[in-house]
C-alpha cells in the first residue's frame, strides 16, 4: 500500500460495545471508516462516533456484505453475540473479504 494513500476499514459491528471503542482511534489515526450495523436504526450511534459512511444488513445478507467490503482495504469484525450459526457466517464473510480485495482482517468472535 503507498504511503500517501488513505487506508479504508471497515468495522463490523460498529455500534457495539467493542467495535465502538475502536472506532474513534482509527479516525483519530485519519482511517478512512465505514460501519457495518445491524439495523438502520444503529446509524445515529456510529454517526455519533465520527463515521458518515454507513451500510446497514445482516452479516448473512451477501449482497449487504459485499456492498459493505467494497473498496476497503481492512476489516475489523466483531462478531455479535448469539449470532447463529455463527462460525459458518464467519467464514462466509472471511471469504467475502478475500474475493473483495481486502488484505486485512482482525476477527474476534466467540466460536459456540
Known amino acids: 500500500m503507498q504511503a500517501n ?62 456492498k459493505a467490503l467494497e473498496g476497503m482495504d481492512a476489516v475489523f469484525y466483531i462478531a455479535p453475540a448469539a449470532l447463529e450459526n455463527e462460525a459458518e457466517v464467519g467464514k462466509q464473510f472471511v471469504s467475502a473479504a478475500k474475493q473483495a480485495g481486502v488484505r486485512r482482517v482482525v476477527f474476534s468472535s466467540a466460536i459456540h
Open 5 to 66: 494513500k488513505t487506508l479504508k476499514v471497515l468495522a463490523v459491528g460498529a455500534a457495539g460495545p467493542s467495535a465502538s471503542l475502536v472506532v474513534p482511534e482509527l479516525l483519530r489515526r485519519s482511517v478512512s471508516v465505514r460501519a457495518f450495523v445491524h439495523k438502520s436504526e444503529d446509524e445515529p450511534t456510529v454517526q455519533k462516533l465520527g463515521v458518515t459512511d454507513i451500510v446497514a444488513g445482516e452479516l448473512s445478507d451477501t449482497a449487504a456484505v459485499a
